[in-house]
């Protein structure tokens, strides 16, 4: 018998990733999507798995459907990726953010105690709840967090939500504190995406410039494709528990442009940046930089694609797409939403 999995957020970034391993792997995918009234499957589409995957309606804020689904489908295991995961929208839209991010992981997590307690189930943390708290310039499981966003207090409710109902109801709960990763099908307003489609743009001749906020700040930025393979071997353990995921490197928005613009073979790129107090958050995270030991001894991980290899990756897909756009006279210039 085939093994099942629903994956909640599966036409996100994460979530087609996610899908394409599990295919791989012989499992039947069930993946939970809002309805739209035309829907958009770009991300599954590109990885060329849309066909493949049993899609199902459903809403983390409407607890019914939640229900409904998980008495319907008991699934061996659940991915739930479903969030509003953007940072930057988060201080306009912070009830929305914590009725999907907080409330709906409980909606989940009761559905699954009461219908299908024995399906594993993984949560999607993030490096975010550590906000700037660090030791010696490092994030591990140990070090307190200090959400610094709508998102982040979000999701750090989530986070020990999962570890609850571990601990009072035995169940396979698994936390997985993800840094950010980053991929072709990163959404349009997260900087790298911004960075790579507008270095595009411009390498193009279709953009003079891209706007952007705090260059200062630090990520430790890894590819999506090697980050779901942690969920799911966090998923394949004896016990559940909670993983730090990270590849170890830090590098700041300057770095990610530098590379980028060389790419395409322009060293000067300060000209093409302008800085536009809009994109600046109302409390920043300045550094993130994580040690990811316990998963590397534990689940036997390691991330695969360095840091300038994700940039050009990334470049290189924008480029290609916008080529491909031009070739069909199917073009419009995108411009990024101001958030705060
Ligand atoms: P995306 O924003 O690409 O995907 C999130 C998905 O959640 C989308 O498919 C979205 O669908 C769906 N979603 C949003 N609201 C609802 C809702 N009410 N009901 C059902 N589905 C909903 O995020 P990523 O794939 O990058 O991230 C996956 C998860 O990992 C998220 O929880 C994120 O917070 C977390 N994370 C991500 C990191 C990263 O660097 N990528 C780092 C750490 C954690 P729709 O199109 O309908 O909005
Ligand atoms: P986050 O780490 O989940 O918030 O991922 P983002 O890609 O949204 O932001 C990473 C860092 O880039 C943050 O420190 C932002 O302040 C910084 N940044 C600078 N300019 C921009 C911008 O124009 N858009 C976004 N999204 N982030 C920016």
Redesign the pocket.
């Known amino acids: 018998m085939k093994k099942t999995a629903l994956i909640t957020g599966i036409i996100g970034q994460d979530g087609a990733y996610l899908a394409k391993i599990l295919l791989a792997k012989g499992y039947h995918v069930y993946g939970l999507m809002r309805r739209y009234a035309t829907p958009q499957f770009n991300n599954t589409d590109y990885l060329g798995i849309t066909k493949d995957i049993e899609f199902v309606f459903g809403d983390m804020t409407d607890e019914s459907s939640i229900l409904n689904l998980i008495k319907s489908l008991r699934p061996d295991e659940v991915y739930n990726l479903a969030a509003q995961s953007?940072?930057?929208i988060s201080w306009d839209l912070p009830k929305m953010t914590t009725e999907v991010n907080s409330l709906g992981v409980m909606y989940m997590l009761n559905a699954l105690k009461l219908f299908s307690p024995q399906t594993k189930f993984y949560q999607a943390s993030?490096s975010?709840m550590f906000g700037n708290s660090h030791k010696d310039g490092l994030q591990t499981e140990q070090t307190p967090f200090h959400p610094r966003s709508p998102y982040a207090i979000s999701k750090l409710y989530s986070h020990w939500l999962t570890i609850n109902y571990r601990e009072s109801y035995n169940m396979f709960c698994a936390s997985g504190i993800l840094f950010?990763h980053e991929s072709p099908i990163r959404g349009m307003?997260?900087?790298?995406r911004?960075i790579s489609h507008g270095v595009a743009q411009i390498a193009l001749g279709l953009a003079q410039e891209i706007?952007?906020?705090?260059?200062d700040?630090k990520?430790d930025w890894g590819f999506a494709g090697d980050y779901v393979e942690a969920m799911w071997l966090m998923l394949q353990q004896e016990k559940a528990d909670d993983y730090l995921i990270s590849t170890g490197e830090t590098h700041s928005?300057r770095d990610f442009l530098q590379i980028a613009f060389a790419h395409v073979g322009i060293q000067d790129w300060e000209k093409y940046i302008t800085i536009?107090p809009r994109?600046?958050?109302p409390a920043?995270?300045?550094a993130?930089h994580g040690k990811s030991d316990k998963a590397r001894e534990k689940l036997g991980w390691v991330p695969k694609v360095k840091f300038e290899e994700l940039v050009k990756m990334m470049v290189d897909a924008d480029v290609a797409r916008l080529k491909h756009k031009m070739a069909d006279k199917k073009y419009s210039s995108v411009k990024?939403p101001v958030v705060s």
């Open positions: 953007f940072v930057g993030t975010e950010n307003e997260f900087v790298t911004k706007r952007l906020g705090n260059l700040s990520r928005i536009d994109f600046k958050r920043e995270v300045f993130l990024t």
